[in-house]
C-alpha cells in the first residue's frame, strides 16, 4: 500500500509540475506577442544633408520598418538649435508605411534626423527637447546625423534649385522607373527631359523645385513637342506630399496625345484635380512651335494659360479659370515630368521612340 501511494503521489507531482510549466510557456508566449516592439526596427536608406536648418530647403529623408503592423505610422523629425521639429508639417504629422516595409517623406534640412514607428492613437508633439523612448505607443525610435553630401541629385536651373527624381511612380498607367542621367541644363541654360530606354526599360525624367513657392504666377517657355511619341507624356504640376487635399494640392497642365497617334486635337489639358470632374479639366489643341504656359494661382482661383511664342507678341491659344476644388498653398512644390503613357486598355501602342522635352526658361512671380 505504501508503494502504491508514493506512486500515486509521484504521478499527482508530475502533472503538476507540467502544468505550471504549460501554464509559463503560455504567459511567455502571451508576454512575447504582447511585445512587438522588441521585434520592430527602423533602417535609413536616404537621409539629408547635415545643415545648421533652413526652413526654405527641403531634401527625401526614406528607410525602411521591419516588424510594424497594420494601422501604424512613421513620424520623423529633424533637429537644429538643439530642439526636434515635427517634420513636414504639423497638420500632417503622419508618414505611411508603404509595400515592402518602405517609408519615405520630405524634412527640412537640419543637422541631425530621426523616425519614429507610432500606434494610431499616437499623438506627436510639435517640439521636443530629446527623442522618446520606446513605450506609450511609440514602438520604435532611430536616429541619424545627417550626411556629409545629399545623395540626392540636384541641377541648377533659371535661379532655383531642382531635385532629380530617381525613385519610380505609377503615373501614367504603369510603373515608370526614372534616371537622374535622363535631365541635365545644356550651356544655354536650357533644361532637358529625356525617356531613354536603358537596358530594355524606358526610363523617365522628373524634377521638382526644393522650396514651396506658393501663390504666384509660374511661366515656363518650352521648345516644340508636336513631335514627341504619342505615348509621351509631359506635365508641369504641382504636388504637396504633405496633404491629401484635392489628391494632394495638385493641378497640371499636361502635353501628350495619349498613346493615341491621331489624337491631334486634344493633345494638351488643363486639370485641377481630382480630374473626373468635369469642371476640373479642360483640353485644348496645343500647336507645333515654342509654347509659353503660364499658371496663376491666388486664392480660391487658378487661371492657365497656353501661348503660341510668335515674334514680340504671343498668340493666345487656351485659358480656363478654375475656382472649384483650388488647393491652398502648403508645402507642395513645383514639378516637371516627362514619362510613358500606358493605355489601360492595352488597345494603343506603348511608347515606342525616345522622347525629349526642352524648357527654355522657368520664371516665378509672387
Known sequence: MAQIEFQSNTRLRSGAILKIAGLLLALTACHKAAQPSLESTISFTQVPQWDLGDLNQEDVIEGTVSGSRPGQNMIVYSKTGGLWWLQPRLNSPFTPILPGGVWRNEVHLATDYAALLVDSSYHPAAVLTELPKVGRGIVAVAASPGQERSSSFFVNFSGFQWRVRKVPSARGGTRNPYDPNNVYVDRSGALHLQVVNRNN????????????????TYVFTVEDTSNLDPAAFFAIFTWDHSTKQGNHGEFD???SRWGDPQNENQNAQFVVQPAFLPLNMSRFKAPGGKLRHTIVWEEGRVTMLTSQVSGKQDRLVAKRVFTDEVPRPGDESLRMALYAY?????????????????????????
Open 201 to 216: 526599360e524606358w526610363t523617365c525624367s522628373e524634377v521638382n523645385v526644393t522650396r514651396s513657392l506658393g501663390y504666384g
Open 253 to 255: 497642365i499636361n502635353i
Open 342 to 366: 500606358s493605355d489601360p486598355n492595352h488597345k494603343l501602342p506603348p511608347i515606342l521612340q525616345r522622347a525629349e522635352v526642352v524648357v527654355d526658361h522657368f520664371e516665378f512671380l509672387p
